[in-house]
Nanobody
């Protein structure tokens, strides 16, 4: 049974940085495509970054491109989201997700494994 356990998140000032971590148990994440989603109150989850299981190709939506970086560490069986230059509009609950395959999809329906979520609040 694959489980994703998130850590990180919290309160940060505008312009600050945070790193979210997502550790897997029960499977080797290098065989999985992974992604990070965020959810604003009353909204559906939005895929913001994805990493392929093939060559670790990455994809970002425009609003985070150049500020956020998705990466994986096979030795720790983990995926990360480094978030720099955070803005108040980045405030949301962030989720990691994974699925067997190559995809860099950012649709929630493409993923069947989910972390528990972490609140990120960007405020002065």
């Amino acid at each position: 049974q694959v489980q994703l356990v998130q850590s990180g998140g919290g309160l940060v000032q505008p312009g600050g940085s945070l790193r979210l971590s997502c550790a897997a148990t029960g499977a080797t994440l290098v065989n999985y495509a992974c992604a990070w989603f965020r959810q604003f109150p009353g909204k559906e989850r939005e895929g913001i970054a994805a990493i392929s299981s093939k060559d670790d190709d990455t994809y970002y939506i425009d609003s985070v491109d150049g500020r956020f970086t998705i990466s994986r560490d096979p030795a720790k069986n983990s995926v990360y989201l480094q978030m720099n230059n955070l803005k108040p509009e980045d405030t949301a609950v962030y989720y990691c997700a994974a699925t067997v395959g190559i995809t860099m999809a950012t649709m929630a329906s493409a993923y069947d494994k989910w972390g528990q979520g972490a609140q990120v609040t960007v405020s002065a």
